[in-house]
């Protein structure tokens, strides 16, 4: 005769995440975010500036070798 009740909890929402811990998520959600962004422009930068620093290498080399070669003219 007696239907066997099931233990709810005294407090219903405290199985589900409180709005403090869903802002605290979607906070760190934003910063991983915003921190990928900022490393892919930082890296695409560095390739920027390792080409130019590769073309600056080629002209030093460049130079280096019209130079020498001036210096062999010269000197016949």
Do not use: G, H, W
Request: glycine share 0%; proline share 4%; aromatic share 8%.
């Amino acid at each position: 005769m007696f239907v066997p009740l099931e233990s709810t909890p005294s407090n219903p929402s405290s199985s589900m995440a409180s709005t403090k811990e869903i802002t605290i998520v979607c906070i760190l959600f934003v910063v991983v975010i915003v921190f990928q962004v900022y490393v892919y422009l930082k890296l695409d930068d560095s390739e920027m500036t390792v080409e130019d620093v590769d073309k600056q290498r080629k002209e030093e080399e460049r130079k280096r070798r019209n130079d020498l070669l001036m210096k062999a003219l010269s000197a016949f």
